[in-house]
């Protein structure tokens, strides 16, 4: 036996693992209650048929995710397209879309009477069908591709030149040699964002109800919010679980076994960027489109909705801008302390407990926020009354909620790391706890600060945990949002909606400004 | 501002050590709605109140999973639903008969575990301009016919019509329930996640005709006065002219139940069934209050003689929905 | 009494699978360099990783100066071992100057005292001025000597180097080695080296150790190993060789070859060694057959610069044989071949 993490690593991990695993766990004892009428229902057709259709739009998702992901992110990193930074940061802001929004948005478009109509009715062409599936397709694919860009992006950025020129040397076109090594060696990148986005599907909630997809997350919630049936809504929630694991187990068999370190020791050779010549104009009004579609889009929509509520009272922004803030950062410092050991034990003490844990960290993302969210009212209750209604509950949840974003850019960044620094710092007679500091951590720096941008982006804009778990009468953006959306009052949407995306870009720019600070060893 | 915030943090924390404490609402109407009610009932009665704010199957969800242990002392349900699946697992407790004598046999339950604040009757809303309110039929029942296909709007898995689809199967049966969600269902009507939706999407002229609750209508136009819908109301009697109710439980375990039963006294006086009937357009549900000027009477309305107690058989009614495969 | 003891240490990485140190013992006196030689895969760094503590042995004992490192229940982490290591990629501190790399192990000490410490370390290595640089703004000689600088600046007990020349290249190898020799004799360090090239470990080390599948084939000064190798693969590993089987009789044995000289005794059915400067290539000008001697076809020549190595055909045998560099034999002349040394008796089996 050898290789053994110490105590103290393995305890942590497997605390955060037991929170991650804690939905599970509480759909199991709510589906131990169901009786044969339960289980009858839950082996209908029609459950498979929602299972398909799931998937289905899983898999359409994450194909049109890195369809449109794939060309940005190479544009933005290896040409010379005018504005790459610039670029870079407008495409990630999708992100710090809120569904709630970008849902009414493209029905504020191209729903009937919406802002295509009149024109596509002019050349006499009907307004293409936004309900079912293109709608929660696109909905989706602009709301996600941004994993997938930022993924992308790190591993182009992290390729070493002298693979693409060995390539090159061996008689290849650019674009042979970008397909048979560029790519492949994207493959790990590609996987890891394609989890998050697939798992993302899996949980989404609010674009396939407002676009009327009968997905499993739908299903789940119709069981809540019609029958009040937490036994039934909870074996769904547990198939959902099963559909997970199956896609997380075949994530590591497509992760591959290559390694990651450049092979190339001394200064970090810069790629020369391919001149795009007259493929620039094209180049640019891709970036264009996209960036129109997911953020001008948008924001035109919501400044739209402001202009005709500003005769209307329009409240304070200060208390939920802080509370979004507060409850946010500390939702991403925890997801990365929570990731930090997980990430750890998968890379540098490779096994089976090891993966198992840093895998169960996904549970939780994949599962409808509301399951999420009773299953922490279910802890609180029973375990820690003493925290029960304070933000710890809140940012447990956006702990256990986001936990695999953090994990993902943890450990890539320490897959770059080179485990000899740790050890050379060891045999120069620091403990432990002093490597950590002096070491591991500066060098780590760039890829925490990313995973908790990430975890901060999405927290912003988590809404049914908020609304559950908060203290009473703590405010956020969203549930300001929130508040008024379910009245039909848009008007009073817009003002703290701008400014919840106001504040999540800048959490983008940090994001953006840690990329390719990559730690080189 | 940051201090209010962190004395809210350090309230939230310290609240179960404080002598005097607030009573604790879980509301799933909107704070638009209630928020200035619940002001004027700290003023009145010095009560302080701490509320949460939430969609009302989540909230009951919550209040189930929290059980015994639960820092709520009411709940404010949207509708009679919610509160009937409470009351069903043990978590109300009886309100006072005075409270309870208010209100009309019908909008309360029969067990006295909840009391129904204001009453929300369904309706057909249309597009009045692609619509004439004659060309509607009398009974809800005529929707089945073949000239409204692709013409309808409708919000399966909201609670309101689950509750209007448990009445029907109460008044004239599963068989004839099935029947009715089978005809409409082939008339492939368009679904949408709550009323608020069906109304905006009659606004845009999506669809001519919907089955929503009466008041989203009123609240749509109050930011848009121009939006071409209208409320019809079915014939008296008919299981499409239900009227439901928000209304408001004591919970089980609850510290505070003189200020709870307070509370819920003080939604059923004059003062706040005048709120309701003026500001969201819910009928008052309190005898000698007015109804708003724009809507029928309660009485004209016609409600079918039903005990709303039974609504809360929604298991029934969501295995129908899927049988039939309209969820 | 020896400053470290490696006794009967054991290493498997998975529980069922083969073992990567497998009961390996060896000693090493103060001031003494050691190199564990090898093919890749023996097992050599993996031992340097269990002295260093980056490794926990499943058996065996570990002892540096009396104090038990690991084994019997014991086992001190890589920090409180007093063992410095330098990594084969020298694993800098890319955020820290070359200073600050060197002070990084100095931390009980005044930041003064650390300091001066680290900038007399950097001069004895010839790296005064390039204090303040970040390391990858060195030049890979450079970089390894700071990480040397960096790993003697604590003091350590014993010095651990995993192949600490092989990035550099062959011009430089051998002037760095020279100079890093003298240093770390001059300061009396004890030193582990891990190469697995047999020239670097000859001319660096007091004393080699061969390694081969987890365990020690043999140890001793680099001359005696070379002379007198223990098994066909240390003969073969340490500068190449010709096998024989041989019939022995005392101070020679039995060949195809006719019968040749042996160091030492041989008995029976024995396998000799018969190093390739121990054979000489004789141009076969004359046509005239000389009695007994070996006749030779070459098979292949490759000019080595101070030497050339044939490969000939002889007595249905392909033999490898050192010549000299100016020798006009070619590919496909015929030769005489002369035996000049003595062949060794290896422990193998002719078999």
């Not at chain 1, 790629?271 to 579609?293: H, I, M, N, Y």
């Not at chain 1, 329009?314 to 990731?339: D, K, R, W």
């Not at chain 2, 939706?197 to 919907?210: C, P, S």
């Amino acid at each position: 036996m050898t290789r053994r993490p110490p105590g103290w690593l393995l305890v942590s991990g497997l605390v955060v693992a037991a929170l991650a695993v804690l939905p599970a766990v509480y759909l199991g004892v709510r589906a131990a209650e169901a009786d044969a009428d339960a289980w009858a229902l839950l082996w209908r057709d029609k459950t498979w048929g929602l299972l398909w259709r799931t998937l289905g739009l899983a898999v359409a998702v994450t194909v049109c995710a890195a369809l449109v992901a794939l060309p940005l992110a190479w544009l933005t990193t290896r040409t010379d397209l005018p504005g790459r930074r610039g670029w870079t940061v407008l495409l990630c802001v999708p992100l710090a879309v809120p569904t709630f929004v970008s849902g009414y948005v493209l029905l504020a478009t191209f729903g009937t009477g919406g802002v295509l109509e009149e024109p596509l009715s002019r050349w006499g062409l009907p307004v293409p069908s936004v309900y079912g599936f293109p709608g929660a397709l696109l909905a989706l694919t602009v709301s996600t591709y941004p994993y997938l860009f930022l993924a992308l992006r790190a591993g182009l950025l992290s390729q070493d030149p002298a693979w693409l020129e060995g390539a090159r040397s061996l008689g290849m076109s650019p674009a042979r040699a970008f397909w048979k090594v560029t790519a492949p060696l994207l493959r790990p990148a590609f996987v890891s964002g394609a989890l998050l986005v697939g798992l993302y599907v899996l949980s989404d909630f609010g674009a396939v109800a407002l676009l009327q997809y009968d997905a499993f997350s739908r299903a789940i919630y119709v069981q809540y919010e019609g029958a009040y049936d937490r036994t039934y809504a909870a074996l769904l929630g547990l198939a959902l679980v099963v559909v997970t694991a199956v896609v997380l187990v075949l994530e590591v068999r497509l992760r591959g076994r290559a390694g990651y370190h450049r092979s190339a020791k001394g200064a970090a050779r810069v790629f020369t960027p391919v001149s795009l010549g007259k493929w620039r104009l094209p180049a640019l009004l891709l970036c264009g489109a996209v960036v129109a579609v997911g953020v001008v889009l948008p924001v035109g929509v919501l400044v739209y909705w402001g202009v005709r509520g500003l005769v209307g009272e329009s409240a304070s922004m200060m208390a939920p801008a802080l509370g979004s803030v507060l409850a946010s950062v500390l939702g991403a410092v925890a997801s990365v302390l929570g990731a930090l050991p997980l990430a750890f034990l998968a890379v540098r003490y490779p096994g089976r407990l090891t993966l198992a844990m840093e895998r169960v960290s996904y549970v939780g993302y994949a599962l409808p926020p509301i399951v999420l969210a009773l299953s922490l009212v279910f802890l609180g209750v029973r375990a820690l009354p003493f925290l029960y209604g304070t933000l710890v509950m809140l940012v447990l949840a956006y702990l256990v909620r986001f936990l695999p974003q953090a994990v993902g850019t943890v450990r890539s960044a320490l897959l770059q790391l080179n485990p000899h620094l740790a050890e050379a710092a060891a045999s120069l007679g620091q403990s432990p706890a002093t490597v950590f500091r002096r070491v591991t951590a500066p060098l780590l720096r760039p890829g925490l600060l990313a995973g908790a941008a990430l975890v901060f982006l999405t927290a912003m804009k988590e809404l049914p945990a908020t609304l559950l778990l908060a203290p009473i009468g703590f405010e956020t953006l969203a549930t300001r949002v929130w508040g008024a959306t379910a009245e039909g009052r848009f008007a009073e949407a817009a003002l703290p909606a701008l400014v919840l995306m106001a504040i999540s870009a800048l959490g983008v720019g940090l994001l953006v400004s840690q990329e390719g600070d990559a730690p080189r060893g | 501002m940051m201090r209010k915030l962190l004395l809210t943090l350090l309230l939230s924390v310290a609240s179960t050590a404080l002598a005097a404490e607030p009573l604790t609402v879980y509301s799933g109407r909107n704070e638009k709605l209630v928020g200035p009610l619940l002001k004027k009932f700290t003023e009145k009665t010095g009560i302080e109140v701490k509320v949460r704010y939430g969609e009302t199957p989540q909230l009951a969800a919550t209040l189930l999973e929290e059980g015994d242990k639960t820092p709520a002392d009411v709940f404010f349900a949207q509708d009679a639903g919610a509160l009937g699946a409470l009351g069903n697992a043990g978590r109300l407790q009886a309100l006072p008969k005075a409270t309870l004598d208010k209100v009309d046999a019908r909008f309360r339950s029969p067990m006295g575990l909840w009391v129904g604040a204001s009453g929300r009757a369904r309706v057909v809303a249309y597009n009045a301009k692609k619509v004439k309110p004659a060309d509607l039929p009398k009974s809800i029942l005529g929707f089945t016919d073949a000239k409204w296909k692709g013409r309808l709007g409708w919000a399966p898995t909201n609670a309101s019509f689950q509750a209007f689809v448990t009445a029907l199967r109460l008044l004239k049966g599963d068989e004839a329930a099935t029947a009715w969600l089978k005809g409409v269902q082939a008339n492939e009507p368009r679904v949408y996640k709550n009323n608020a939706a069906v109304v905006e999407a009659l606004g845009r002229g999506e669809i001519d005709a919907g089955f929503v609750n009466h008041y989203y209508l009123y609240a749509a136009k109050k930011s848009n006065a121009e939006l071409p819908v209208a409320n019809y109301f079915v014939a008296a009697g008919d299981p499409g002219a239900l009227v439901n109710v928000a209304g408001v439980g004591i919970l089980q375990g609850s510290k505070q139940v003189e200020s709870a039963q307070k509370f819920a006294a003080f939604l059923l006086e004059a003062e706040s069934q005048t709120y309701f009937s003026q500001e969201t357009y819910e009928y008052p549900l309190v005898k000698g209050v007015k109804t708003a000027e724009a809507l029928p009477t309660l009485a004209k309305v016609g409600s079918p003689d039903l005990d709303l107690s039974k609504l809360d058989d929604l298991r029934g009614t969501v295995k129908l929905l899927q049988d039939t495969g309209v969820l | 009494m020896s400053l470290l003891t490696l006794d009967a240490l054991s290493l498997r990485y998975t529980p069922s699978g083969a073992a990567a140190v497998d009961g390996l013992s060896l000693s090493v006196e103060p001031g003494e360099v050691v190199a564990l030689l090898g093919p890749s895969g023996c097992g050599k760094t993996t031992t340097l990783r269990l002295v260093a503590g980056f490794e926990r042995p499943g058996a065996g004992t570990l002892t540096l100066d009396g104090r038990v490192l690991a084994g019997q229940g014991a086992f001190v982490p890589p920090e409180q071992r007093s063992v410095g290591m330098v990594f084969q990629d020298y694993a800098l501190f890319p955020h820290l100057s070359v200073l600050e790399n060197v002070t990084f192990g100095l931390s009980k000490l005044s930041r003064r005292e650390a300091e001066d410490k680290a900038r007399a370390m950097l001069t004895m290595f010839g790296l005064g001025e390039f204090a303040s640089r970040m390391p990858h703004a060195l030049s890979g000689g450079q970089q390894q000597r700071v990480a040397l600088s960096r790993a003697l600046a604590p003091g350590p007990r014993v010095l651990l180097l995993d192949e600490p020349f092989s990035s550099l290249d062959s011009g430089l190898r051998a002037s760095t080695r020279i100079e890093v020799r003298r240093v770390l004799k001059s300061l009396g360090a004890t030193v582990v080296l891990v190469t697995h090239d047999q020239g670097e470990a000859m001319a660096f080390a007091d004393r080699l150790a061969v390694m081969r599948a987890g365990k020690v084939e043999q140890v001793g000064t680099p001359e005696s190993v070379y002379s007198a190798p223990r098994t066909a693969f240390v003969a073969y590993f340490l500068g190449g060789t010709n096998l024989l089987p041989g019939m022995g009789f005392g101070g020679g044995a039995r060949t195809v070859l006719g019968n040749l000289p042996v160091m030492g005794q041989a008995k029976g059915k024995v396998l000799l060694s018969l190093r390739p400067e121990s054979l000489r290539l004789v141009p076969d000008t004359d046509s005239v057959a000389v009695g007994g001697a070996l006749r030779a076809e070459v098979l292949s020549r490759e000019f080595q610069g101070p030497s050339a190595e044939y490969t000939v055909a002889c007595g249905g045998m392909e033999l490898v044989v050192r010549g000299a560099p100016e020798s006009p034999l070619r590919v496909g002349d015929r030769a005489r071949l002369e035996i000049v040394g003595k062949a060794g008796v290896l422990e193998d089996s002719p078999d």
